[in-house]
């Protein structure tokens, strides 16, 4: 039986192809929904759980309470018959209306019904006042306070964590390559060193080029006053970047560059590496679709932890670079003790680690035909 | 003779490097093949015979400590290509690999079609829809419908997953096809299938098998040879039908004694002691140890004997 | 014991490892020394300050050490008073008044400033204050008038404070221009030499006194400087050690042991319990560990032990219970575990000595590992300002140093003394960590 007596069905082969489509986009949007409501559900457990804490002392009703009486203030301030009254009657009068509204927020309800409330609100965004702090558009609501300062802690996170991702990949791929080899060796002896956070090595980057070179500045998201210019605008921007940066690629290269690099060695002993050899693949080819593909999954799931610690350690370093971030909002909150701040922005941070997640979810599935969709769903014969 | 030669193993030497020293899993091994044959190798586990597998495919592992001797393959001698000739005139052009436990052998995120055509793809310039036609074919002609293209390795039963790789290795229509114990991991149900398989492949498009396995009856079926392979090297090579019935080696005897028969009263024997250890083998013949019919002359390495065609490394013989 | 040595013997093969340990052990020390030089209750109060406690020493004064390192000496601190007899004090006894003459005298070779120059005034008076005037005398043989005053019972008179003597001085700062040869002439190199500090003093009263004490700031201090309140870095330094250390080890053990009986017992009860800790866990990536740390810290105490509490409990649903988990569930399936069911052991019985002990050589390295982002994690919450109110810690100087702009002012010890400690704590750990690794993890031997 030759090669040629069987006609090749070509059209069988692209109606393959398309299924084989078809069938990744199903799979991953599944996973997607399912991943969704889970995630929402933990979420909202996370955030309620949030709110517990910061009510063992009874602060978030005291977030409450000021919302109450300065919208109580400000509505009877604006009210002329409320002038004509005398001091002892304005203090009768002001305590009845705050009543109503304690009463019409559910204040006067037990503490398990209002921590619903406060968690409804939370969902959904409504964070309260601020007491000291103000946003620089001048609002006090936390909301606007914290959406002002979110893009600065996304741009400057953002761009580490790719930075370090690409690099990281791209070191351990070679390291990998040259096993044993100098580079190798350093990586491995360099490793320990990542046992330092970010915000450590700042302080050595702002020592060395702000302090002694001047070459660089020593925090702040742009130069002051903020250039006019757009262009200028990101050119000072990226400058102020750079030491940022450097500080959390320079904190996790070596032990990410080393774990990866150890997960490539262990992938590539696996005897679907040496069939790919015996197929006479290219090296590259063997290295892109047989090493790297697979060890995808596993190196997202170490990823996804590294960014987990990273936007949780963002108040200390955007403290350290003056960063105007949401960690420094944070920061600046906790030294005014403005409590719907530190409150609000805990529950941001809390969204931010859901959707973390869920993104890097989305990448395992995408690298990972395997996931199991609720449980149960693969199948295996 | 020459013309019908396959295969020509001389010396075939590999050894690996490791903290407890140089291990000798391949250590001067001849034997040859003809063309549209089976060569079944034989041998208890740790014999080397993987490695010998390993060592013709020349997939080395990085502690490769030797790497010597001449394959000569369809008449050139593969050891002198450089690692990108032997890449593209002989992996899956002449030779390719049904390994051992396809589950580990295929990779868990590729879909399966795609693995089996690309080799098509590699060696033979199709292009993608042309390669994937050929998959399909080839899953025809193993028995796996063909929706299973589309599923990924795990999706697949063993046995799905061992003629997925049975296809694989036929995409492409090497010469020889070396299959490291195809049926180990499968039940008896789907070891008959599988062989079946094989036995059909093997008559239809004319290939040759080194069948490599501990596994003596099942592969009687499907051999024309058989070499018996202990501690690194070849003690016997002999055709089936004369080997079966009266093994020449004493190791081999001791092999055969050890397998159950359906029929017939012999008790399964086991054989005694331990196969030495690979690195700092003994000298003299290897097998000396555990002999029952060692006497002086066992101290010295036996050359191999010709007894009418058959050969066999053993002093009995001189 | 005998793992454990031969753990050890396998351990000194690693250099990273005998590195790791040497430092260790000298932390250990510094620790056990910092306990005992200063004890507690003395390091809380010298790091509490105030009055008295640190008045002798200079502001922002580097550690004397980096003289070695600079061709231009930096001048060190010291005091002389009219009581102990380190300053000539004559007393002349008068009809209407007495006079007090009191004289110091000392040699100065730095070849920069002091920082200041501070006159302790202690006087008995009962009806009329006594009055001094002061000269200052420098080796070139010019007499230069400080200034004259009343004192009280207790006064302090800081020469670089004197605006008025500054003005005297060509606008010189005081405890620059009373050391240069030409104050018209600007800010040139001190004159090296005897310089004399006289207080001619005058008391009215029967039985009234003056005495003084005047302490010369120079701009190094000990072996580790000082900082913004006078203090020196010396007790955070020391004290720090056995903070961070105590800190880093009781939170990795803690945080290690608790989750590793979790996941023993997940994997033993199985079904919903197992079903329970993982849904936990899964919450517990997406809490938000700093900032609701930070809200702790700002709402409830910042004390070291409740932070300690809150952190371990944070941190025991964390990713190592995945790891333990897979770890158990092959162990649960081992021959032994059966048995051991067989014969009827209990539930908690088969968790602690079968489950427990199996998992014990491979999470020593994750422990050691673990330590010093403990560590860190305490430093970073005193640089937020959420260090214990009372302990002096490493990472208290680093948040002082933050506060007062030390990098801009290049005061890089002050920086730098407490970020080589940790770095030294941190890679320690991390060395230690990585070696127990390769040893207990046949994966990555060779690797």
């Not at chain 2, 549209?36 to 013709?56: D, F, M, Y």
């Not at chain 2, 694989?168 to 195809?182: F, G, K, Q, W, Y």
């Not at chain 3, 420098?138 to 004197?162: C, E, H, M, N």
């Amino acid at each position: 039986m030759s090669e040629a007596s069987v006609p090749l069905d070509t059209q069988a082969a692209a109606e393959t192809k398309r299924k084989a489509t078809v069938s990744t986009l199903s799979r991953i949007l599944r996973y997607t929904v399912v991943r969704l409501i889970v995630l929402f559900l933990t979420v909202v457990v996370a955030v309620y759980l949030t709110i517990l804490i910061a009510n063992m002392g009874g602060y978030v009703d005291t977030i409450q309470r000021g919302q109450i009486q300065e919208a109580v203030n400000m509505a009877l301030a604006t009210n002329p018959a409320f002038k004509q009254l005398s001091a002892a009657e304005k203090q009768a009068q002001m305590a009845a209306q705050i009543s109503i509204q304690e009463k019409r927020l559910g204040l006067d309800k037990p503490f398990v019904v209002r921590s619903f409330l406060y968690l409804r609100n939370a969902l959904t965004l409504d964070l309260g006042r601020a007491l000291q702090m103000a946003s620089d558009s001048g609002s006090k609501q936390v909301k606007n306070i914290i959406l002002e300062r979110l893009p600065a802690t996304l741009v400057l996170f953002g761009t580490a964590d790719v930075f370090l991702f690409i690099f990281a990949i791209l070191i351990a791929l070679s390291l990998s390559r040259k096993y044993g080899s100098f580079f190798d060796k350093l990586f491995i002896t360099l490793a320990p060193t990542s046992s330092a956070p970010g915000w450590f090595y700042g302080i050595f980057l702002i020592l060395i080029f702000a302090a002694l070179l001047h070459w660089l500045p020593f925090g702040g998201l742009v130069d002051a006053p903020p250039p006019d210019s757009k262009l200028m605008y990101a050119l000072s921007l990226m400058k102020h970047m750079i030491l940022p940066v450097i500080a959390i690629t320079l904190s996790q290269i070596f032990l990410s560059a080393f774990t990866w690099r150890t997960f490539f060695l262990i992938y590539s002993s696996e005897d679907y590496v040496d069939m790919a050899k015996a197929k006479g693949l290219t090296s590259r080819n063997i290295e892109r679709s047989y090493i790297l593909r697979p060890t995808l999954p596993t190196i997202i799931t170490s990823f996804a932890l590294l960014v987990i610690a990273m936007w949780t350690g963002a108040p200390i370093f955007e403290t350290v670079f003056l960063w105007p971030g949401l960690g420094r909002a944070l920061f600046t909150a906790v030294g005014l003790y403005d409590t719907p701040v530190i409150v609000g922005s805990t529950v941001i941070f809390a969204y931010l680690l859901v959707i973390t997640v869920f993104l890097l979810d989305i990448a395992y599935a995408l690298v990972d035909p395997r996931v199991k969709i609720g449980g149960g769903e693969s199948r295996p014969q | 003779m020459a013309d019908t030669e396959l295969l020509r193993v001389e010396n075939l030497k590999l050894h690996f490097r490791t903290t407890q020293g140089i291990v000798q899993a391949v250590d001067g091994v001849d034997f040859n093949l003809t063309y549209n044959r089976a060569v079944v190798i034989v041998g208890e586990s740790g014999c080397g015979k993987t490695s010998l597998a390993k060592a013709i495919l020349r997939l080395l592992p990085r502690n490769v400590a030797e790497y010597s001797g001449h394959i000569y393959l369809d008449g050139t001698d593969i050891m002198e290509y450089d690692e990108e000739e032997f890449r593209q005139n002989v992996r899956w052009i002449k030779m390719s690999l049904v390994p051992q436990a396809a589950m580990n052998a295929l990779n868990p995120v590729i879909r399966v079609g795609d693995q089996v055509a690309e080799p098509a793809m590699i060696h033979l310039n199709a292009r993608p829809e042309e390669a994937m036609a050929m998959a399909r074919k080839m899953f025809q002609n193993v028995g796996v419908p063909a929706d299973f293209l589309v599923r990924y390795p795990f999706e697949l039963s063993g046995g799905m997953r061992q003629r997925s790789a049975i296809a694989m290795a036929l995409v492409t229509s090497p010469i020889l096809i070396i299959l490291d114990e195809p049926t180990s991991a499968l039940d008896l149900l789907t070891q008959a299938n599988i062989m079946n398989v094989l036995k059909r492949i093997k008559h239809e498009f004319e290939t040759s098998y080194i069948l490599i396995t501990h596994d003596i009856a099942t592969s009687s079926e499907l051999a024309d040879d058989v070499a018996v392979m202990y501690a690194g090297q070849i003690v016997e090579v002999g055709d089936t039908p004369r080997f079966f019935p009266n093994p020449l080696h004493p190791y081999s005897r001791k092999l055969m004694n050890s397998v159950p028969r359906l029929h017939g009263d012999t008790e399964p024997e086991f054989i005694l002691g331990q196969p030495p250890s690979l690195i700092n083998p003994p000298t003299g013949c290897r097998f000396a140890a555990r002999c029952p019919s060692r006497f002086e002359k066992c101290d010295e390495e036996p050359p191999t004997f010709n007894i009418e065609g058959r050969r066999v490394k053993c002093w009995l013989y001189a | 014991m005998k793992a454990l040595r031969n753990t050890f013997k396998e351990l000194v093969r690693y250099p990273s490892a005998i590195i790791g340990l040497a430092i260790i052990a000298l932390l250990l020390v510094l620790s056990v020394y910092a306990v005992v030089s200063i004890p507690y209750s003395k390091a809380i109060v010298l790091w509490r300050g105030g009055e008295g406690v640190w008045y002798e020493y200079p502001k922002y004064a580097a550690p004397s050490w980096i003289n070695f390192f600079r061709r231009e000496k930096l001048p060190d601190s010291f005091k002389q008073s009219s009581k102990d007899g380190t300053a000539q004090k004559t007393v002349i006894p008068g009809e209407k008044m007495t006079s007090t003459v009191i004289t110091y005298t000392f040699d100065y070779q730095a070849d920069e400033y002091p920082s200041d120059i501070a006159i302790y005034f202690t006087d008995v008076y009962t009806t009329k204050q006594p009055f001094v005037s002061m000269s200052w005398l420098t080796p070139d043989g010019r007499k230069i008038d400080i200034g004259s005053f009343a004192v009280d019972t207790k006064q302090t008179y800081y020469l670089a404070q004197d605006t008025k003597l500054q003005r005297k001085l060509a606008g010189l700062a005081p405890q620059d221009g009373l050391f240069v040869a030409d104050p018209k002439a600007g800010l040139t190199p001190p004159v090296k030499g005897t310089y004399q500090l006289v207080i001619d003093g005058y008391t009215f009263d029967k039985g009234s006194t003056i005495d003084a004490e005047m302490v010369l700031y120079g701009k190094v201090s000990g072996c580790c400087g000082t900082d913004h309140l006078r203090r020196d870095l010396r007790v955070a330094l020391l004290w720090g050690t056995p903070v961070a250390l105590a800190f880093g080890l009781l939170a990795a053990i803690g945080t290690t042991a608790i989750t590793m009986v979790i996941a023993a017992f997940g994997v033993w009860y199985g079904g919903w319990v197992d079903g329970l800790i993982q849904r936990i866990t899964e919450v517990n990536l997406v809490l938000p560990f700093l900032p609701i740390l930070i809200m702790v810290g700002t709402f409830y105490s910042r004390s070291i032990w409740v932070i300690l509490g809150v952190v371990i409990l944070l941190s025991i649903f964390g990713a190592g219970i995945k790891t333990y988990r897979a770890v158990f569930l092959q162990v649960r399936e081992s021959p032994y575990v059966e048995a051991a069911r067989a014969y009827g052991a209990g539930s908690l019985r088969i968790v602690f000595s079968y489950l427990v002990p199996r998992i014990i050589p491979l999470i020593i390295p994750q422990l050691v590992t673990l330590i010093p982002t403990f560590v860190f994690l305490e430093a970073g919450l005193a640089v937020l300002g959420l260090g214990d109110p009372t302990l002096p810690t490493w990472g208290k100087i680093i948040n002082d140093a933050q506060q007062n702009g030390a990098l801009y002012q290049g005061l890089y010890y002050w920086v730098l003394e407490p970020a080589a400690l940790l770095m030294l704590a941190g890679l320690a750990f991390a060395l230690l960590g990585f070696s127990l690794d390769r040893i207990f993890n046949p994966r990555l031997r060779g690797m």
